[in-house]
């Protein structure tokens, strides 16, 4: 893929606050989804300011058949290409349903970041970006001119720990992004 898709503007924010989750600005009202097994999904993040992190989450709207799990992770970003992992927060279960945490301890400066999920296997459903957010059209463009906005990156790969170097076999453009939080330390 050629060209960026995380543009380096000024972000205007207030600032984060302790205990509260965050999510990416440009999903649309939420809905629930499934997501595919065999994918990592990239979902775009712009930090306009400093800020540390000691939660990474999904919320699981349907539940999974028993054991299966989900991951959680943050990679770097080099315009439209997540590239070095920064965070592997490991599994969640997502045979229940509800917010799905992974205790983190980052700190990340300013920048753009690709927050990552990935599942083993089953049925669940998510808390997903809806496919009429138009900012996210801005973020991650379109292949065509529509009203259905793709609202993050997938590539394909295997369920298991996070590569060092992100993912980006058959890397493509998908609408139903899994909603993923950070919570402020």
């Given amino acids: 893929m050629s060209g960026s898709f995380a543009p380096n503007i000024a972000g205007i924010h207030p600032g984060f606050v302790a205990g509260r989750y965050y999510m990416a600005h ?3 009202n939420p809905t629930t989804g499934t997501l595919s097994t065999g994918f990592i999904y990239y979902v775009f993040y712009y930090l306009p300011v400093a800020s540390n992190f000691d939660r990474i989450c999904v919320n699981v709207t349907t539940q999974a058949s028993a054991g299966n799990t989900g991951r959680l992770g943050i990679y770097s970003l080099s315009g439209n290409t997540p590239t070095s992992l920064i965070v592997d927060a490991g599994d969640v279960a997502i045979d ?3 917010a799905k945490e992974a205790t983190i301890n980052t700190s990340l400066a300013p ?3 690709a927050l990552a999920f990935m599942q083993s296997g089953g049925t669940a459903a998510f808390s997903i970006a809806g496919t009429s957010a138009s900012v996210a059209g801005y973020v991650y463009g379109t292949t065509s001119v529509s009203t259905t906005f793709n ?4 590539a394909t ?3 298991g720990s996070l590569p060092s170097t992100a993912p980006t076999t ?3 453009l998908v609408t139903g992004a899994p909603i993923i939080w950070l919570r402020a330390a």
Avoid: A, E, M
């Avoid at 609202?151 to 997938?154: H, K, P």
């Fill in 26 to 28: 440009y999903p649309g």
């Fill in 96 to 98: 229940s349903t509800g």
């Fill in 111 to 113: 920048g753009w970041y």
């Fill in 151 to 154: 609202s993050c990156l997938r």
């Fill in 157 to 159: 790969q295997s369920y």
């Fill in 170 to 172: 058959s890397i493509g």
